[in-house]
């Protein structure tokens, strides 16, 4: 039977917790969470595109038994939901959220006791929803949180347009890596988000999070543990680029990745002015994605 024993306590106790908190502060002196890299000093109340200051604002926190199975089972995943984002996509479908900071504010010792709350209701995990932007944030609460007994793994569920850096600095912390990876076309990304290369910076963080975590691995009960799961959501006429993402993920990262790739898009937010994506997928485009899914030896998950 395989034990789940988050890394992040060990590491804990080698002070790499501690030594990582420093290194992510100092960003917020001139922000390079993400690729923008708007260099504002939020200490100081500033902010850039995702519109986060140094305080951390969270939506919702809940048990989620609408994601992946393998972080569900019978309790439920411990979502917290962060407002802002650094994507703005077009598209939105929690645009009240991500665009217009619809959340409560929060201290890195009020994050901790929300963690809590979810491991003592029976949560399987943590699963931090659009972290990025407040990754010093999340690791200061960590280190509280784990004086206070957490002990579940934790999943850093984000849209995949993070720091190369900023994730290497969440190497041992992290057991379960989940992005949301949105566009292989970049041109596409760079109309409809405001990140103008966003499948450049999303190819060498899938590589660096399969090599911290590797292939998803599951408990006895099919829980996940450990390891990289992938979400991709299929677009109307593939304006997502979806075959150059299921190929890359196939001949870089791992034929053994766990990957959803979600059909449930529909019109949101501002796709009225994008005739493109202004309706709902095909079943035929849905199927042709899979097939390709298939064709590139991907197996796990869909």
């Not at 890195?108 to 949560?123: R, S, T």
């Amino acid at each position: 039977m395989q034990v789940c024993v988050p890394s992040y306590i060990d590491n804990y106790q080698s002070s790499l917790v501690e030594e990582r908190i420093y290194k992510l502060l100092s960003v917020l002196n001139s922000c390079t969470l993400c690729p923008h890299e708007c260099r504002v000093n939020r200490l100081k109340g500033e902010k850039g595109i995702c519109q986060a200051s140094d305080k951390i604002s969270v939506s919702s926190v809940f048990p989620h038994f609408g994601e992946e199975p393998p972080l569900v089972g019978r309790r439920g995943s411990g979502t917290i939901f962060f407002a802002n984002c650094n994507l703005r996509c077009a598209f939105c479908q929690n645009h009240d959220i991500s665009h217009q900071n619809n959340g409560s504010e929060t201290t890195p010792e009020g994050l901790a006791k929300l963690m809590l709350y979810l491991q003592d209701i029976g949560c399987l995990n943590i699963n931090f929803v659009t972290p990025t932007h407040y990754a010093t944030q999340i690791v200061q609460a960590l280190s509280i949180a784990l004086e206070m007994g957490l002990n579940i793994p934790l999943v850093w569920n984000c849209s995949g347009y993070d720091s190369l850096d900023v994730i290497k600095l969440l190497d041992g912390i992290i057991d379960i890596y989940m992005p949301d990876v949105k566009f292989g076309d970049i041109e596409n990304a760079k109309h409809l988000t405001t990140a103008h290369n966003y499948f450049v910076n999303a190819k060498p963080l899938l590589k660096e999070m399969y090599r911290q975590v590797g292939d998803l691995e599951l408990d006895d009960n099919g829980i996940g543990v450990k390891g990289l799961l992938v979400r991709h959501l299929v677009m109307p006429n593939d304006s997502a680029g979806s075959k150059n993402i299921l190929k890359f993920i196939a001949e870089e990262v791992s034929q053994h990745t766990y990957i959803n790739i979600m059909e449930q898009y529909h019109p949101a937010f501002q796709t009225f002015k994008h005739p493109g994506i202004n309706r709902r997928i095909t079943p035929d485009e849905y199927s042709e994605v899979l097939q390709y899914a298939r064709e590139v030896g991907l197996y796990r998950g869909f």
